[in-house]
């Protein structure tokens, strides 16, 4: 049986929601190591590269999070016109919904 379109679209936002919160959860990981090699006055072409990752991770945050906001939204039209659909189906995406807080859009 093929997947619905709220189905679709329900898993649409977890898996960009995780990947959003990986990228935080690097982010601050990547800021740690950053502030243990500054600490142990590690080598300066060291930290630099660090600092870089971090700065490539740092560019991500915004698009994933544009990402999100656009298959949040989808997901919610999708929710608003699913007349037929199936009632698990629906309680999940509204689980979905509710989890996802407006300050992570």
């Not at 709220?6 to 190591?33: D, M, P």
């Not at 600490?39 to 945050?61: F, G, N, Y």
């Amino acid at each position: 049986m093929p997947l619905s379109p709220l189905k679709i679209k329900t898993n649409v936002v977890k898996r960009i929601h995780k990947e959003h919160l990986g990228y935080l959860k690097e982010a601050e990981s990547q800021q740690k190591r950053i502030d243990k090699l500054i600490a142990e006055d590690a080598d300066e072409a060291d930290v630099r590269k660090q600092k870089e990752v971090l700065a490539e991770t740092q560019q991500m945050i915004p698009d994933v999070k544009k990402r999100l906001a656009n298959a949040y939204q989808d997901l919610q039209n999708q929710l608003e016109n699913s007349e037929n659909a199936d009632i698990d189906e629906m309680q999940e995406a509204q689980t979905v919904i509710s989890e996802i807080s407006s300050s992570d859009l």
